[in-house]
């Protein structure tokens, strides 16, 4: 039998990643035992005290023994934390120690959401891809700058290092362990008791792009700025890097360098996320939103809206927006009534 163990780190708030993991991994032992096989995992909780108090003393998580006691396990899962991620690290070095060394004598990990600072401290993470959620990926990058963070995915696999994107999409990630731990009916079968989308890969849809400003680059600031007041035109690089008196290679390397983004994709991030806000809260056409942020043809905007969000315009309009799902419900209503 594997050994499955969910870290509880010290002073943290989330629950309900380390409670939805213990959830969904013993109705999968649940249902192995029902079609006739053995449990495949003994679960257990892990930390370093005896017990850790959640919202304030709220809720309290009595681990079912310490990581000192645990020699050997196969899969370990690192819950998200709270917002202070420096302390969180401070406060779980023997933690981080203790994980870094069962990865090296053969155990898999996988954290959750900002669970990935976690594991970034250990070192485990430097020249992979890690995914977290998109809300801190610039104290991410910030903190942990060796790191190869992608955080348009939802989840990442690399040498048996698992990381995902933020909040509930845990789910999702839980859902991708089960099928490559059990298999794939099992997954199937978990997807439907605890209705979880099954196969999703992106979390970019969900991303609220407000461009990476924790860098001391002024010039890149003012740049940022003036692409952002520009919204409906087409600004060149080389408009750009004329107006602030740089050269076009070095505006683009310390652009790049601060930002993360190239000045057009960055311009490209800001236009669409304008269009996503237009699609969400207007009842504008495809087209009109289109033109409001700056482009002319649909075909150049409904790829770079893919690119950036994982899904085309009209999908997205369908999805967010209240009154086009109002519609879609009163049309399925007329339908049902002459069935």
């Known amino acids: 039998m594997k050994h499955l ?71 370990i899962i690192i819950p998200s934390l709270n917002h202070n991620y420096q302390r969180a690290v401070n406060e779980n070095k023997l933690l981080i120690d203790w994980i870094e060394k069962q990865y090296k004598d053969g155990a898999e990990i996988a954290s959750i959401c900002t669970g990935a600072f976690i594991l970034a401290s250990s070192g ?7 995914s977290t959620h998109w809300a801190v990926a610039d104290s991410f990058k910030t903190m942990f700058p060796k790191v ?31 099928e490559k731990y059990y298999d794939r009916q099992t997954a199937i079968f978990c997807s439907k ?3 979880i989308e099954m196969d999703r890969q992106s979390q970019s849809a969900f991303t609220i792009f407000t461009g990476q400003k924790l860098h001391g680059d ?12 520009k919204l409906h035109e087409k600004i060149s690089v080389e408009h750009l890097s004329s107006r602030f008196a740089v050269g076009r290679r070095n505006f683009d390397r310390r652009f790049i360098k601060a930002t ?42 409904r790829e770079v809206f893919r690119k950036i969000t994982g899904i085309s315009p009209l999908e997205y309009r369908g999805r967010y ?16 009534h002459f069935l």
Not at 124 to 130: E, F, H, I, P, T
Request: charged share 25%; with cysteine.
């Open 5 to 75: 163990t969910i870290i509880v780190p010290e002073g943290q708030n989330n629950l309900s990643s380390i409670v939805g993991t213990y959830k969904l991994f013993t109705r999968a032992n649940e249902y192995w035992k029902e079609t006739g096989r053995e449990e495949l995992f003994t679960i257990q909780l892990a930390g370093i005290s005896e017990t850790v108090e959640f919202y304030e003393g709220l809720f309290t998580v009595k681990p079912h023994t310490n990581i000192a006691a645990i020699r050997t396990t196969d899969l």
């Open 124 to 130: 485990l993470l430097d020249g992979r891809s890690c």
């Open 148 to 178: 190869n963070l992608q955080t348009d995915k939802l989840i990442t696999d690399e040498n048996g290092i698992y990381t995902n994107g933020g909040a509930y999409s845990f789910l999702n990630l839980l859902i991708y362990l089960v």
């Open 193 to 195: 008791v605890f209705e």
């Open 218 to 229: 002024e010039m890149v600031k003012e740049a940022q700025a003036y692409i952002e007041s």
């Open 260 to 301: 993360g983004n190239t000045p057009v994709e960055y311009a490209q991030r800001v236009k669409i996320e304008s269009a996503k806000k237009a699609f969400e809260t207007s009842r504008k056409t495809i087209n009109e939103v289109m033109y409001d942020v700056g482009y002319s043809d649909v075909k150049a905007f």
């Open 321 to 336: 927006n209240k009154e086009v799902g109002l519609i879609k419900m009163g049309s399925r209503k007329k339908a049902n």
